[in-house]
Every structure is written in C-alpha cells, then in structure tokens.
C-alpha cells in the first residue's frame, strides 16, 4: 500500500487568523467607578455594596495601533467554549497634571467589570494587538496597569498587583518554554519527509547551529511514547511555570494560589492528553493503522487511572477553565475506552456544576462541526435547560437554530459591488466560506462542492455562493481558480472586516458551509458527510424537507 504523509497541521480544519470565541455583545463601560480595596474574603463597606473589579490603566502607545479593548467573560467554562459576556470599547483620556499623570504620551482609562459572582476571564488588547488575555478577576478586585508600547512593558499596581503578576508570569514561563524548547512536527512517515528534496540535510545543518530546533515525530509510534511519558509523569517541576508560580506563595491568598495551580496543570496535562487522543489514536485510525491505535487505546486505562486522581485534586483546588479542559479530554478519552455515549458518561462521572458546564462543552463542540439531529439537541435541552449554563445555552439556540436569518453582513463581488443577504433570496443558498492558503477548502470544493452543483445542475434551483474570508482581495482574485470557479457567484468577506459576524456564527474552522432556503432562512449551519454520497444525501434531505419540522438536522 502507498504511503502517504501526513503531517499534524492538516488532520482537521484549517484556522485562519485569530481563533478567538467571543460572542460579542457590546455592554457600555460602567459608572459609579468607586474604589474597592481588598481580596472578595475581606469586603469593604464600598465593595459590599457593589462587587466587581475595578481597573484602572495607563499606556503609551505611539504608534495608534488602534481602539483600547476590554473582553470579560464567565470563568467557569473551558478556554476556548465561553461565549465572552461583553465587549467595552475603553475610552481613553489625556491626563490633568494634578492627577499625577505628567507625561504628555500617557492616556489613562478606568472601567468597571461587574463581576457579581465566582470570578470572570478577562483580556485587554489594542486594535488586534493583545496586551492581556485571560487573567482571571475576582468581585472586589481592583488592579493599575501600566502599559507602555514604545518600550514594550506591563506593570501593575494596586491591592491586587501580585495576583495579575503571578498569572501574568505563568503566562510568559509557558510562552518561554514553547519559545526554548524543540518545535514538534507530527507526520505520518518521518523518512519519507526527509527524503524529499533536500530536507535530511537541512535539518542535519539547523542541529549544528545555535537556534531553534525541531522534533519530528510518527503518529502512534514515537510520538505516542513520548505523550505517554509526559502524561505519566508525576513530577509538577517539569510543568512550565510551576517554579514561578511557587515564588508567590507568600505574595498572594492560599485559596488564589491553589485556583492557579489547577488551572496550570490542568491546562498542561489537558494540552497532552488531547494530543494523545487526536493524533496518537485518532490519526492512526484515520489512516488505517489499526495497530497503533489499538496500543494507543490500551495504554489509555493507565493514563486515565492517573490524571483521575489529580483531577480530583485539580477540581477540588477551583473549577478553573484549565481544570475543566482536563475533566473534558478524560471523558472523551474514557469514551474511547468504554465506547459508551458520552452524555451518559459525562453525567455518570461528575457532579453540579461540572457536569453542566462539561455537557455544554460536548453540545458546543458538536455544533461547531457536525450536523446535529433534532434528537441530539432534546437530548442536551434536558440536560441544560435550567441548569448553570442555561444563559449560554439558550444563546447558542437564539443564533444556531434553524429557520432563524442570518445577521446583516456585507458582502463584495470581484467588481467591488456590494452585496446583502437580501440579494440571494428567492432561491435556496448554499454559502460556502474559505480562505486561499487552506489546504482542506481546495480538496472540500473539488471533491465534494463543485461534483454537487455540476452533478445536480439547476435541477434544484440552489445557488452556490463561495466567500473568501481573505483580507487580500488581490490574493482572492488570484487564487479563485484553486478555491472555487468562475462558473459560481465568488464574494468577499474581509475577516478584519466582519469578525464579529464570523464570532457570532463560530466560524473559526475552514472550509464551513451553510444551507439557506429561498426566503433566507437557515436550513443548517454545517453541512458534512462521511464521503461524497453522504454529503449529497444530506443536501438533498435538507431541501427536501425544508418546511417541515420532522427529522430537522439543528445546529
């Protein structure tokens, strides 16, 4: 058998830019800015009155890189499945002199998040630079920060300044060790990579220079030994930003230094055991490689077994989004394992209010890639409806749900002209979003878009729409033919442009395809297949049935 190479940035969806999941809802800045000293366990008359985190900030940013921008969202979801609360477009102000602000490059800014309960996740960035990104803030905290762009600096100040150092400084030890350490490429077949051109030898010359590095791995094979190792080890030293966590224990509350101790090695051993399941198990499996897998799936009770006992301990420590990260990665493991369903394994392994908050991870995840069946999501409406995440749940049905229009976007043909979605109605629409680079959206419009429309003719009345979420519009143009064909309507949808309208629909993989019907209503917001007849014959059910509400495919 012919073998191919495959290497781990291929295995799934392309990414394009930033990956940021906020849905944003834009909330003004608060008032009643009131200073609120100490720790939520030491309330103050102030604080009492009206729990929140106050921040105060001072930057120079010479080159205007953009507006100041502050995102705040629940804590106890994991990285990555938060829907953000809020969005604040943080003005800025010069200083008076008397304020103690004497530099005349100083713009000062002061806000209020209304943390009311538990802890939120917040980032700051200017324009799309990020300057913090999530720094977990309790009810009654204040913090300054100071931010200088010339010099390339953040300090901070304030009752809560050892608190934003200790994360600020966990956050630069795992940026330090991703930056020292060796750059890991996973591929199918390590020899068959080196023997292409001239690679063996360049990579023989970078061994024998100062520089970076890279380790080049096999799906299943030494890749699988070297997660395995990681994952069995006991040792908390080895975990970037474990030592430098540990020099504040004195500076910052017993309860605060054990929520960042779960959140750091939670984040570290979910980060391992996902690789582990996706590329080590996962991957074999795809590529037919029964062996691998199977020895990937017996060294998983071990590895289970392990991180069982510290997630508890993690758990226990605060439901931090890394610990909740690895409580998610043990169940998809353990179903792998068990090969049970995993709403059930989920709501036999934990308790309120993990097990909503995992439950809505799986329900988000499934939404984000697969076509989900009506029954799928009663299933999860039992589950959810009521529970803590019952606000975000309710969220992702007001947007997801079919028969609901999409939100108002603009759109650009090659000539420049505009569009809206109001343009495409009066026939079912399948819009088809890529970007020229990715890899998948080229093979997904060979193999699967362009066969069906040809295949099909106008014998549906559907027209296919491709949309390019390029920022380039002359790299658009240029690469259309490898992305799409003249023979369809091609429109542009800058991502720098209509990111917000992208959040909002979770538009983060490529290639990502939506079915519309003749009024403009969603029939799905995903369209798969396991091949080309199953993706055919889930188009073909979809308009077949589109005004009825038995057998509804629901995203």
Not at 49 to 57: S, V, W
Request: proline fraction near 4%; charge should be negative; charged fraction near 25%.
């Amino acid at each position: 058998m012919k073998k191919s190479t495959l290497t781990c940035f291929l295995a799934s969806l392309c990414l394009y830019g930033s990956t940021t999941t906020a849905q944003v809802v834009v909330s003004p800045p608060g008032t009643d800015l009131d200073y609120q000293p100490g720790f939520p366990e030491q309330k103050s008359a102030s604080s009492s009155a009206r729990m929140g985190a106050l921040i105060y900030g001072e930057i120079i940013n010479p080159d205007s890189l953009g507006v100041l921008t502050l995102d705040f969202s629940s804590g106890l979801l994991p990285l990555g499945q938060a829907l953000y609360d809020s969005t604040i477009q943080v003005p800025l102000a010069h200083g008076t002199f008397f304020d103690g602000v004497l530099d005349p490059r100083v713009q000062k800014f002061k806000t209020y998040i209304p943390v009311d309960r538990d802890f939120a996740r917040l980032s700051l960035k200017i324009g799309e630079r990020s300057l913090l990104k999530d720094i977990l803030v309790f009810p009654g905290d204040s913090i300054r920060v100071g931010i200088d762009l010339q010099d390339f600096s953040v300090v901070f100040a304030g009752p809560q300044a050892n608190w934003f150092e200790a994360q600020y400084a966990l956050q630069r030890a795992w940026k330090a060790n991703q930056f020292s350490k060796a750059r890991v490429l996973l591929e199918n077949d390590r020899e068959e990579l080196l023997e292409q051109n001239d690679y063996r030898f360049q990579i023989e010359q970078q061994d024998s220079v100062f520089g970076s590095r890279i380790a080049i791995y096999e799906f299943g094979k030494d890749g699988l030994d070297h997660e395995f190792s990681v994952l069995m080890d006991s040792s908390l030293h080895s975990i970037p930003g474990w030592l430098a966590l540990q020099g504040f224990q004195q500076l910052i509350p017993e309860n605060r230094l054990k929520l960042l101790e779960s959140q750091l090695i939670g984040s570290y051993y979910a980060e391992h055991l996902a690789t582990f399941r996706q590329y080590h198990y996962g991957m074999p499996l795809a590529l037919g490689d029964t062996l691998s897998a199977l020895r990937a799936k017996k060294l998983l009770p071990a590895i289970l077994s392990k991180l069982d006992k510290e997630l508890n301990v993690f758990l226990d420590g605060g439901l931090t989004p890394g610990a909740l990260d690895l409580a998610k990665e043990w169940i998809y493991s353990e179903k792998i394992v068990r090969e049970e369903s995993l709403e059930e394994l989920i709501a036999d392994k934990y308790n309120y209010p993990v097990k909503e908050k995992i439950l809505y991870s799986a329900f988000l995840k499934y939404a984000e890639t697969t076509q989900l069946s009506g029954d799928v999501w009663r299933v999860y409406s039992d589950y959810l409806e009521g529970s803590s995440v019952e606000k975000e749940f309710n969220l992702l049905k007001s947007t997801f749900e079919p028969g609901n229009e999409l939100a108002p976007v603009t759109f650009h043909d090659l000539n420049g002209a505009e569009l809206v979605m109001e343009d495409f109605a009066g026939k079912p629409t399948l819009l088809y979003f890529y970007f020229s680079g990715c890899t998948h959206s080229g093979n997904y419009f060979r193999n699967y878009l362009q066969p069906f429309y040809r295949e099909m003719d106008d014998s549906l009345g559907l027209q296919v729409i491709a949309i390019s979420v390029d920022n380039d519009s002359d790299l658009w143009k240029s690469q259309l033919s490898t992305y799409s064909s003249k023979d369809i309507l091609n429109l542009n949808l800058p991502n720098q442009d209509a990111a917000d309208w992208l959040k909002q629909y979770r538009v983060y993989g490529y290639p990502r395809s939506m079915l519309l019907d003749e009024e403009g209503k969603v029939l799905s917001y995903i369209l798969d297949g396991e091949d080309y007849k199953e993706y055919k014959s889930n188009i073909l059910f979809l308009l077949k049935n589109q005004h009825t509400d038995k057998n509804q495919v629901i995203h």
